[in-house]
Each structure stands twice: as structure tokens, then as C-alpha cells.
């Protein structure tokens, strides 16, 4: 019979636990759905635009090999492997997907273990016939065993919205992450652009400097000779030092821009360098219509997003402590004076035991935990939403940037072949002597200044798609 008590027992404690289960399939607080977002019908400077569909997760792809460059091709690749900022980004990547794991320990009950020896002595005294009083005693030895286990049972779900928040949190830092490469990414092309564009305004200069240095001769000859002025001499001098003042300003940039990249490639300033080299670069194509799905792999929105999941799943964390919490307890095992006949079954000992426990009276503390969580949502909501807004803009100035720049220099190569031919005509009149030398300096500065101008334009298209790449989230196919 007793047997058949315990056996009852265990069946009710069996039942109660799986219609506590059973009611723990409710979660307490609101349910997760995206914040909606105005969406514009279409670009102001290209195709249609649809709903957006979050693909953040599809592949960017090498983005960088559409501007068919080798050595761009090789630093990017060096990135991902050196990079310390990655390197940081990937340890909180691996810290959010840690949290997750701890989180999802509570859906399971914690056990532990103890063991130990306690040593004491009893006195006692005794008083015999004649009245002696005497004082005895006597020691023993006692030795415990057992395991005890302890079980919240997620009866409002509070453990659920846990790891929701957790698991929200943890695929925010994987879109930052990627967020941190595409933008370490796009930093090392433009630097590495910005660098080529010194290198071909070097060149550029040091062409000018030979051609005035040219002029300073003919005008010193034409000096010795009587047929010019000391004053051509020089404005032709000044003209020649300016240049070169100029061209060697262009080494303090080029070192600036090296070391930079030198940086994101994760090596020393002084144990990297990149050679002179023309730009060869070629200025991939805009297609004329931009899908939605490019906007929709922009990792920061990902991010954001997840980030408004994970504050949604906190509202319902905080309104769980208006709940008392279940929790399941049980111990087993041994106690007795002998090592050798512990583990025994007279020396066994168990129990098992359940217990509610909630807050009666908190003067409104719960009550303020909740409207943080709600306000921190809604600032999550307004931050996503903000993140968006940016995006459009990020896309609409670059590709605004791409078209108008394109236009610009159209024009400016016309300027330049201008600028050739009124040098050329105003030189010829001046070995005519019918213009004087002040003729010849102000076309040939002309003639630099647009020279640089389209060195300048060339940097900025290339500078604008690679903006207008990081816009979109990647790779354009």
C-alpha cells in the first residue's frame, strides 16, 4: 500500500508538472510584427521601387572586381583576414551568440552536487551513588552525499522572450558585422582611389613642371637677348615654383592615404607601401533601374530591425514579474556515521517540493520597468525607421552624385581641350611679341586648373560608386 501511495503520488506530481507545461505555451507581452516604413514609389534618379523584403543575408559578392583593378582586388582581400576592427565586430558577434545559449539554459533545470565530513563531540555528565560527578564523552563522524535540482518552470514565457531578445540581439550583431565589412570595405577602395587620383595629379604636375620649366628657359634666353623683360623672368620663375610646391605637397597626401590603408589591411605603416601607378581603374556601370532587393541587403537596416525585435521581446520579460514565479525543487541523497555503508538505503534520504513566489508590494517598481521597456521599444522603433530614411538618402545622393559628376566631366574635357589650344595660340603670340609674358602665365595656370579639375572629377565618380555600392548593400547583381 505504501508503495501504490508513493506511486500515486508521482502520478499527480507527473500531471501537475505537464499542465504547467501546457500553460506555459502562452508568452506574456506583444507579440513581435515590423514597425511599418514609408516607402517612396521610386527613385527621383532611377527605376521603380517595391516593398521592401529583408535579404541581408544574401551574398554581397567581391563588388570591388567590377572596377577591374589587381591591386584593389589583392588589398581587399587582406580585410576580413587582418583587419582588427573586423576582428573586434566578430568577437561581439561571438558574445551575442553566447547570450543566446545562456538564455536558452533556463528552459532547463539547474543541478547540483555536494558532498562532505563533519566531525563533533558530545559531552555528557554523569553522578554516582557516593555523589562523584564525572565529565565524559564521546565523538563521531558524519557523512553526507546528495544532489539537489531546481526548475523555473516558464510559466508566463518570461524565459521565451529571453531568448527571443537574445536571439534578435545575436542576428543584430551578425548584420553589424557585415555592416563592418561592407563599410572597412568601401573605406579601402575610396582611400585606394584617392590614392591612384595623387599619383595622377603627380604626374600631371611633374609634365607642368617640365613644360614651365621649359618656358623659364626661353624667356631667361629671351631676357639675355634683349627682347624681354626682367619682369617675364619672374613670373616665369614664380609660375615654375609654385608647381613644384604644389607637387611636393602631393607626397605629404599620398603618405596620409598609404598609412591609411595600410591600417585597414591590418599592417604597420612601415612595413607597407604601394608603388606609383597610373589609375586603370574602369567606373563600373549604374543600371538604369536600382531593384529594391539591392536597399533591402543594407545590414544597418537589418540590424536596426532586429534591435526593435529584441526590445519588443524585453516589454514582455518586464510584464512577467507581475506573475509569481513556479519553481520545481528536489534533492537526493545519503547521510550516515560510516563512509564504508553511506551509500546505503537506510541512509538514503530525498525530497521534492514546489513553491510560488511573486512580489506583493513594490510601489510601483514593476509598473516602471514596463513603460522603460516600452520606451526603449519605441526609441528602437524610431532609430529603425530613422535608419531607412538615411538609406533612401544615402542611395538617392549617390546615384545623384554618379549621374551629375558623369555630366560634369563631359564638359570639363571640352574645358581642357579649350584650355590646350588657347596655351598653344597664346605661346605662339608671345614668341611673336605681340602678347606679353602675363598672357602666357594666365592660360598656362588655366590650362592646369582644368587639367586638375578632371583629375578631381575622376576621383569623385570613383569615390560616388563605391558610395553608391556601400548604399545598396553590396554588389549591384
Not at 141 to 153: K, M, P, V
Request: aromatic letters at 6%; glycine letters at 8%; proline letters at 3%.
Amino acid at each position: 500500500m505504501r508503495g501504490y501511495g508513493v506511486h500515486r503520488r508521482l502520478s499527480a506530481d507527473a500531471f501537475a508538472v505537464a499542465l504547467v507545461v501546457t500553460l506555459g505555451g502562452c508568452a506574456i507581452g506583444p507579440n513581435y510584427s515590423k514597425p511599418p516604413v514609408e516607402v517612396p514609389a521610386q527613385w527621383r534618379e532611377a527605376g521603380d521601387w517595391v516593398v521592401a523584403q529583408p535579404k541581408d543575408a544574401s551574398p554581397k559578392g567581391k563588388w570591388w572586381e567590377a572596377f577591374n583593378d589587381p591591386v584593389l582586388n589583392g588589398l581587399e582581400e587582406q580585410v576580413e583576414v587582418s583587419n582588427q576592427t573586423l576582428a573586434a565586430a566578430e568577437a561581439r558577434y561571438r558574445q551575442a551568440r553566447a547570450s543566446v545559449q545562456s538564455a536558452r539554459a533556463g528552459f532547463f533545470p539547474t543541478i547540483g552536487g555536494s558532498a562532505g565530513a563533519t566531525r563533533s563531540r558530545a559531552g555528557s555528565t554523569q553522578v554516582d551513588a557516593n555523589g562523584n560527578v564525572s565529565i565524559g564523552g564521546s565523538s563521531r563522524t558524519s557523512y553526507t552525499a546528495g544532489l539537489d535540482a531546481r526548475w523555473e518552470i516558464d510559466l508566463w514565457g518570461r524565459i521565451r522572450r529571453l531568448v527571443e531578445a537574445a536571439r534578435a540581439g545575436e542576428q543584430a550583431s551578425a548584420a553589424d558585422l557585415e555592416a563592418a565589412k561592407l563599410s572597412i570595405r568601401a573605406e579601402l577602395a575610396t582611400n585606394y582611389f584617392q590614392l591612384r587620383v595623387t599619383d595622377v595629379t603627380r604626374d600631371l604636375l611633374d609634365d607642368t613642371v617640365k613644360a614651365f620649366q621649359s618656358s623659364y628657359d626661353v624667356t631667361q634666353n629671351r631676357y639675355r637677348a634683349g627682347v624681354a623683360g626682367k619682369v617675364d623672368v619672374v613670373q616665369a620663375q614664380a609660375q615654375l615654383l609654385s608647381t613644384q610646391a604644389q607637387a611636393i605637397d602631393l607626397r605629404s597626401t599620398r603618405a596620409t592615404l598609404e598609412h591609411a590603408i595600410a591600417t585597414l589591411v591590418g599592417k604597420a605603416p612601415a612595413n607597407f607601401s604601394l608603388a606609383q601607378a597610373k589609375l586603370d581603374a574602369r567606373i563600373p556601370e549604374v543600371p538604369p533601374a536600382v531593384p529594391s532587393t539591392l536597399l533591402e541587403r543594407r545590414p544597418d537596416i537589418a540590424a536596426a530591425e532586429r534591435r526593435v525585435a529584441a526590445a519588443n521581446a524585453q516589454i514582455g520579460v518586464a510584464e512577467a514579474a507581475y506573475f509569481p514565479a513556479l519553481s520545481l525543487t528536489g534533492s537526493v541523497g545519503f547521510a550516515g556515521n560510516s563512509f564504508a555503508h553511506l551509500f546505503t538505503a537506510p541512509n538514503r534520504l530525498w525530497s521534492v517540493g514546489a513553491g510560488l513566489a511573486g512580489t506583493i508590494l513594490d510601489f510601483g517598481g514593476r509598473s516602471a520597468a514596463v513603460a522603460s521597456a516600452r520606451a526603449a521599444h519605441d526609441e528602437t522603433v524610431a532609430n529603425y525607421r530613422e535608419t531607412v530614411l538615411t538609406a533612401f538618402q544615402d542611395v538617392e545622393d549617390n546615384l545623384a552624385a554618379v549621374h551629375w559628376i558623369a555630366e560634369e566631366t563631359k564638359v570639363e574635357q571640352e574645358a581642357v581641350r579649350a584650355a590646350r589650344e588657347s596655351v598653344a595660340l597664346t605661346v605662339n603670340q608671345y614668341k611673336a611679341g605681340t602678347v606679353s609674358f602675363l598672357n602666357v602665365v594666365q592660360v598656362q595656370a588655366t590650362q592646369l586648373n582644368e587639367e586638375r579639375t578632371t583629375v578631381t572629377l575622376l576621383g569623385r565618380r570613383l569615390a560616388a560608386t563605391v558610395a553608391l555600392i556601400r548604399a545598396m548593400g553590396g554588389a549591384w547583381e
